[in-house]
């Protein structure tokens, strides 16, 4: 799997007039990484996300799957947003199993993998509950497992731990590394925490805002193996302020 | 000194002007009660006072009485299942109509542009007003009447269907996308359910129209039911006969609506999270 973004742009058109909000955006992504896109507000990050994942259509530029330009939404590309969108009146194990469904894949075959992916995420106890019933950790972690269980090729994620308090995300971020070391999925992540960026990808493509363009590629240079003790390690740290002088450089640039 | 500036500082407390708030429920009861009882009570006395004429405000315990004659002469049940039947009809058929075309309209909005103003007409031309043109059609059996319910229910259950498929978040079916379903899909399995407990809302409320319209078609031109034993009550000046009538769609009202919320509550447990 290789997903390529080439020379992407977007103008929307307001009452005052076209903006832009994307100017010519590359970046790709390689099968089993796990990059994350980092933006402040106005960097057009989630309009970016969405053009990859076909609910919206670029102005200019493309984006390829292995060499397929994208036309559409699809089961392809996983999408977890940031706001809890697990349907309401299905059961957890109903939520994951709706994508296989969709699908016309036969019953037996639904449930083993359903099981499967309730497991992974760790909800195997509370598959029977209705979604009101979960703290929003939980929502997430079976919003992931529902993305997830349709084995997209790459998952992508607009700012999904967005909403959670501090100690709920640093468990979601420990949670998504091991899920990811283990079922090798290729994550492309959008998220405005450099500290959760520089945690989970191993390359961050940083965004300036208005219009957004890729300022920066930087590579990540920590073990695979991360927890959240590695936060507050020296190379951690250095690359974490590397990240944020770059963003406070556009905040400065933004303003003058 | 310290307190008269707190005081003046701070919100005072309040139980019965809460903004927004649950009231303890010993209040709540007790409130309830005196809902029905203390009009009750106005009524009592009045009617039972030396200035008021029996003729013109029966007592309650005559409008009793009256309920109590009119039952026991078979005339009530006759009565009630007469207009019931009516209701039940038309309300169905306005239902069976209006559920797609609300659901299309709020889904597409091409159907919603074609739709949407020649509704907006038709629903403020009063549905009474359709009664001679009705009856010049069906004559003067039941159809008139059905149809009368039907016209009056049938676009407010279409626009409220439509506005509540408007309102469901776009998220639903951008991530049902996502998981490979197409439009079809998304409307059937995703659209469907999640308004079902707004369609039963809005037939709950819109029930209450089709009891005006029965009575309305009832008044003019009926055999049986309620309005036409309203109607007969007035030649006769039965004053407790017209009231015994009222109280008693009142009450048909009231276990109605009850009974929806109670269906809508059992069937759709999903829309109602205990806290």
């Given at each position: 799997m290789h997903l390529d973004v080439q020379q992407l742009s977007k103008v929307f058109t307001t009452r005052r007039g076209p903006l832009l909000v994307l100017d010519q955006v590359s970046l790709y992504i390689n099968s089993g990484e796990f990059v994350c896109v980092l933006g402040a507000s106005g960097s057009g990050k989630t309009t970016l996300l969405r053009i990859i994942a076909g609910l919206e259509t670029a102005t200019h530029g493309q984006v390829t799957v292995d060499g397929h330009a994208v036309s559409g939404p699809g089961s392809d590309r996983g999408l977890v947003f940031q706001?809890?969108?697990?349907?309401?009146?299905?059961?957890v194990q109903d939520n994951i199993e709706f994508g296989l469904k969709l699908q016309g894949m036969p019953k037996g075959e639904r449930r083993d993998r359903v099981h499967h992916y309730l497991h992974i995420v760790g909800l195997g106890r509370y598959?029977?509950?209705?979604?009101?019933?979960?703290s929003g950790g939980m929502k997430q972690r079976v919003a992931i497992a529902r993305a997830l269980v349709t084995e997209p090729q790459v998952l992508l994620m607009d700012e999904?731990?967005?909403?959670?308090?501090a100690q709920t995300k640093e468990m979601m971020h420990e949670f998504l590394l091991d899920l990811w070391r283990r079922t090798r999925t290729t994550i492309l992540m959008i998220t405005h925490d450099v500290e959760e960026a520089v945690f989970l990808a191993q390359r961050i493509y940083v965004l300036t805002s208005s219009?957004?363009?890729?300022k920066e590629e930087v590579a990540i240079q920590l073990?695979?193996?991360?927890?959240?003790?590695?936060?507050?390690?020296l190379e951690f740290v250095q690359q974490r302020e590397t990240i944020l002088d770059l963003l406070r450089e556009e905040r400065l640039k933004a303003i003058a | 000194m310290v307190k008269a500036v707190m005081s003046r500082s701070s919100l005072p407390p309040s139980v019965f002007w809460r903004i927004g708030e649950a009231i303890p429920s010993s209040l709540q009861m007790v409130l309830t009660g005196l809902s029905v009882l203390l009009p009750l009570a106005v009524w009592l006395l009045l009617a039972n006072s030396?200035?008021?004429d029996p003729r013109f405000l029966p007592t309650p315990q005559m409008v009793l009485t009256a309920i109590g004659r009119l039952w026991q002469q078979g005339l009530l049940a006759n009565d009630t299942i007469a207009s019931f039947g009516r209701v039940t009809s038309g309300f169905l058929l306005a239902a069976v109509v209006a559920t797609p075309i609300g659901i299309a309209m709020g889904t597409f909005a091409s159907i919603r542009a074609l739709g949407e103003p020649i509704i907006g007409i038709l629903r403020y031309?009063?549905?009474?007003?359709?009664i001679p043109l009705l009856i010049i059609y069906f004559?003067?059996?039941?159809a008139p009447k059905i149809a009368l319910i039907f016209i009056g229910t049938v676009f407010f259950n279409v626009l409220m269907i439509m506005d509540a498929v408007k309102f469901i978040p776009k998220e639903f079916i951008e991530v049902t996308y996502t998981l490979g379903g197409n439009r079809r899909q998304v409307l059937l399995q995703v659209i469907t359910p999640y308004i079902v407990p707004s369609i039963l809302d809005t037939f709950r409320v819109n029930i209450a129209t089709s009891w005006n319209l029965v009575i309305v078609a009832e008044l003019i031109a009926?055999?049986?039911?309620l309005g036409k034993r309203i109607q007969l009550a007035q030649r006769f000046f039965r004053t407790d006969e017209i009231f015994a009538c009222l109280i008693v769609l009142g009450i048909i009202g009231l276990v109605l609506d009850l009974s929806m919320r109670f269906l809508m509550q059992r069937t759709c447990r999903w829309a109602f999270p205990k806290r």
């Open positions: 706001t809890y969108t697990l349907y309401p009146w299905l059961t598959a029977q509950l209705f979604p009101h019933q979960l999904p731990f967005g909403a959670l308090d219009p957004g363009r890729v073990p695979l193996e991360r927890t959240y003790r590695c936060k507050r390690q | 030396l200035w008021a031309m009063p549905a009474p007003a359709f004559g003067l059996d039941e009926a055999n049986e039911g």
